[in-house]
Nanobody, 117 residues
Framework: VQLQASGGGLVQPGGSLRLSCAAS????????MGWYRQAPGKQRELVAA???????NYADSVKGRFTISRDNAGNTVYLQMNSLKPEDTAVYYC????????????WGQGTQVTVSS
């Protein structure tokens, strides 16, 4: 499985961005896909995840502001980020895991999100 992330950039506080993560390869083997982020000096943290069937999970810090979705084919996962705050600044990584695996196994390249005036 290969993951290709895109959509980062510079945005002012209160603005919006949408990240995309396109999967290729053995897509049918994927159960969960999600987004993590890592800010300078901090550990990588889960932002949002979506499980086959559509169940979603969000970090408390982004609930009500971010929305994760997956296209019908299961090829692409999106992260719509609204009401962005400076503390959302980080490198965002998309990840995926296969059925039966406990942890994400596959990672896309990071995409920088910077929220600053």
């Amino acid at each position: 499985v290969q993951l290709q992330a895109s959509g980062g950039g510079l945005v002012q506080p209160g603005g919006s961005l949408r990240l995309s993560c396109a999967a290729s390869g053995s897509i049918s083997s994927i159960s969960d896909m999600g987004w993590y982020r890592q800010a300078p000096g901090k550990q990588r943290e889960l932002v949002a995840a979506i499980i086959s069937g559509g169940r979603t999970n969000y970090a408390d810090s982004v609930k009500g502001r971010f929305t994760i979705s997956r296209d019908n084919a299961g090829n692409t996962v999106y992260l719509q980020m609204n009401s962005l705050k400076p503390e959302d600044t980080a490198v965002y990584y998309c990840g995926a895991r296969r059925w039966g695996k406990n942890a994400y196994e596959f990672w896309g390249q990071g995409t920088q999100v910077t929220v600053s005036s």
